[in-house]
Structures are given as structure tokens and as C-alpha cells.
């Protein structure tokens, strides 16, 4: 009988990309959405219109509870958050609610759902590099301290203790991938990934004039979505649950990430395209990141196979193709 998959999330890049891997690999997949009017179901029933819709929130339990019973996964990843860091800062309550407290809402739903049978649910945490924050080891792996700068990496340490505590206290197979930042053509425009090959995109086609940054100082260990929800599927697929960090084990600034979107479009000196403005700077800035993933290689078999110019070039080529359809529309 084919596997069932839950995905909290479903409407973001990586749950629209983990979707399409269960799809891929025959599961009967179902995600959880949130919203009277979501103006993301239309994508997702278009770009996967197998997928099973369930309307739901992180912090509605009994809406969780009635998904489960719906749905009856086998494997639950865990992939709803409020996930943008800046936001998090204006609205800490709320991330506080639905990133760190929603992990627990699933946590708990699962264990009320699954009774005295809990190993057969398989829960993946969406965990994250940003809970490293002022990093206290270099390149950060599973067991460097964490120390996050937002309350956005706070939550998501809570998330992180809860699944593991989930798993010391009644065996539950649940674990976390702490990911570092991935990115595609699917990323919100709010990113600086997707900001900027958007921006060079439209000042390329002539339709913007520049683009204003914050910190262009900041490092980050980038890869590509698609790559990395592989490693969510073969975290749930080992016998004994665990966490992982997920990386490409390179790191580039801001300005780096500029040099690669520029060149793509072949414009070598970018100084006249950017401007700075201290709204887009952050009270605490995450200033390095860069990731060790030599236990998911060893454990899981997993490396990225996209690099970094690779992922830089796919993105901007991509918004080249949508704005200039845009334009012309
Ligand atoms: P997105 O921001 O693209 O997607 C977040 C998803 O969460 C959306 O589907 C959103 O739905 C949903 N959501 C928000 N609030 C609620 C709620 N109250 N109830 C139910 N669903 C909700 O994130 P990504 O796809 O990039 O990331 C997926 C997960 O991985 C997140 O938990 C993120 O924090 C984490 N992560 C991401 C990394 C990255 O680099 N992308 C790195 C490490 C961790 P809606 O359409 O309604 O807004
Ligand atoms: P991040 O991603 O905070 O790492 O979180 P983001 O792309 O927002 O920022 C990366 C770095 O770029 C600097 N920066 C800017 N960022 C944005 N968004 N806009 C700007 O104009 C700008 N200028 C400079 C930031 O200061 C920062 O240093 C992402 C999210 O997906 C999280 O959910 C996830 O957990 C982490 O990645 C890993």
C-alpha cells in the first residue's frame, strides 16, 4: 500500500518542493493550509494537483487532530513556521506561537493520534542554522552550542528541544534536520537571495533602477531547496531517528551573492545598482554561517548537488523569464 505524508507548510518553497519528491516516490501526500482565501492553494493545486488540501493551522490543535485523522501519514514533516527573521523582530509573539509552540501542537497531535502505537508515525522538524545565531564553533555541526539572535531562532530552539525531548520521553521516531539556508526560483520575494535576482532581473529587462540592501557583510551557507527536501525524506527513512545538520560547507557574503547575480547578467561592477539603508538592517545580526554536514553524508549518503553559482544563475535566469513575461502581458 502506498505511504501517507502529511506537510505542514505545504504552500511554501519547500513544502511545494517536498511534495513533488513523495509524489515522485508514489506516496499519497496530504498538507495542511491555513486561511479562508490562501491565494497560494491555486499553486499549489497547479503545480501538484495530486496533492491532498486540508484546511488547518499550527495553532488550531483540533484542526491538526482532525488532518491526522484525515490523512492517517505515516510520516509527518513539520514544515509551517513563520519564517522570516526580520518580520520576527515587529511580531514576536506570534513567531513565538506558530514557529515554537506549533511544533508542539503537532507533537502533541501525533501522540494523542498514534495512542500506544507511536512508532507509526515518523515526525520531521524543520530546524534551523539560525539557532546557531552568534556562532560559537566554526563550521557549525550538531552538537555546537546554540545561541540564537532573533526571536525567530529562539522559537526554533524551542521546536528543536521539544522534538528531541519527544523522542527521549516516549520513543517517538522524530527528528530534526537543522537546515542552513536553501534557496530557488520558488523563494519569497522577501529573501535577499530572491530580492536581489529579482532586482537584477528587472534592471537588466530595464524596468528598475536599483536596489536597496541592508548589511551586505552578513554570510551565509546557501544551497538549493530541491536538494535539501531530499534530506528531510531520507532523515524519515532511517531506522533510528536523529538530527542533522544539512549544508553545502561553503559560505559567501552578500556581496558575493551580488558578484554572482550581476555577472549572470553579464554586469561586472555593481556599485551603481546598490544603495543601503539602515531599514533593512537587523537589530542582531547573524554575521557567519557556514555548515559541517559530514554526519548526513556518512548516515543519510547526502551531499547537494547544486553549487552555489549554479543556484545563483538558475534564480536569475528565472526571474529574467517571469518578468519579461510580465512585462509583456
Ligand atoms: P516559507 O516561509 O516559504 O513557508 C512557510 C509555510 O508555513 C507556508 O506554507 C505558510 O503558509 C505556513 N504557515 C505559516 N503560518 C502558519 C500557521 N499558523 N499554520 C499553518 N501553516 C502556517 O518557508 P520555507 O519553505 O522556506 O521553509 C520551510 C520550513 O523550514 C520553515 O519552518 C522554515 O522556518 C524552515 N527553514 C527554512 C530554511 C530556508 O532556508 N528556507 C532553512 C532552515 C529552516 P501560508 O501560505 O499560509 O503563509
Ligand atoms: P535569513 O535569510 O535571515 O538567513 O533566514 P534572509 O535572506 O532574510 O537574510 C540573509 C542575510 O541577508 C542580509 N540582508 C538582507 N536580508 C533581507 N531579507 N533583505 C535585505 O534587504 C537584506 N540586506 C541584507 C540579512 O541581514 C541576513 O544576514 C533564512 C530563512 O529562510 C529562515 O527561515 C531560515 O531558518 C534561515 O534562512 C536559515
Known amino acids: 500500500m502506498a505511504k501517507s505524508a502529511l506537510i505542514t507548510g505545504i504552500t511554501g518553497q519547500d513544502g511545494l518542493y517536498l ?6 516516490k508514489g506516496y499519497d501526500v496530504h498538507g495542511l493550509i491555513r486561511g479562508q482565501n490562501n491565494p497560494k492553494l491555486e499553486v499549489v493545486q497547479s503545480i501538484a494537483p495530486d496533492v491532498k488540501l486540508h484546511f488547518g493551522d499550527l495553532l ?3 484542526s491538526i487532530m482532525r488532518t491526522l485523522d484525515a490523512s492517517a501519514p505515516d510520516e509527518v514533516y513539520n514544515l ?23 511544533v508542539l501542537n503537532v507533537l502533541e497531535s501525533i501522540r494523542n493520534y498514534a495512542g500506544s502505537d507511536l512508532a507509526k508515525v515518523r515526525f520531521y522538524q524543520a530546524s534551523s542554522s539560525e539557532m546557531f545565531g552568534k556562532v560559537q564553533e566554526v563550521p557549525q555541526r550538531e552538537s ?14 524551542y521546536g528543536h528541544y521539544m522534538t528531541i525531548n519527544y523522542r527521549e520521553s ?17 523563494r519569497g520575494p522577501e529573501f535577499v537571495t530572491r530580492k536581489v535576482s529579482m532586482a537584477v532581473a528587472r534592471i537588466k529587462l530595464g524596468l528598475q533602477d536599483d536596489i536597496t540592501l541592508g548589511n551586505l557583510d552578513a554570510k551565509r551557507d546557501w544551497g538549493y531547496a ?25 559560505t559567501h557574503s552578500i556581496k558575493e551573492l551580488l558578484d554572482a547575480a550581476f555577472a549572470a547578467v553579464g554586469i561586472d561592477d555593481w556599485a551603481g545598482y546598490v544603495k543601503q539603508d539602515p531599514r533593512f538592517m537587523r ?27 549554479e543556484l545563483v544563475a538558475m534564480m536569475v535566469e528565472n526571474d529574467l523569464k517571469e518578468q519579461s513575461a510580465l512585462h509583456k502581458a
Open 19 to 24: 511534495a513533488e519528491l513523495l509524489l515522485s
Open 226 to 250: 530541491g536538494d535539501y527536501v531530499r534530506a528531510m525524506w531520507l532523515m524519515l527513512q532511517q531506522p533510528v531517528a536523529d538530527d542533522y545538520v544539512i549544508s553545502t560547507g561553503e
Open 144 to 157: 555546537t552550542l546554540l545561541w540564537p539572535r532573533s526571536p525567530y531562532g529562539v522559537s526554533k530552539v
Open 80 to 102: 509551517g513556521a513563520i519564517s522570516f527573521v526580520a518580520y520576527s523582530w515587529e511580531n514576536a509573539s506570534v513567531t513565538s506561537q506558530v514557529t515554537g509552540l506549533g
Open 170 to 186: 516516549y520513543g517517538m521516531h522524530a527528528s530534526s534536520g537543522i537546515l542552513f539556508n536553501h534557496e530557488s526560483p520558488r
Open 283 to 309: 537589530p542582531a545580526e547573524v554575521e557567519l554561517l557556514i555548515g559541517d554536514s559530514s554526519k548526513a553524508k556518512e548516515v543519510l549518503g547526502w551531499t547537494p548537488e547544486v553549487n552555489f553559482n
Open 60 to 62: 488550531d490543535t483540533s
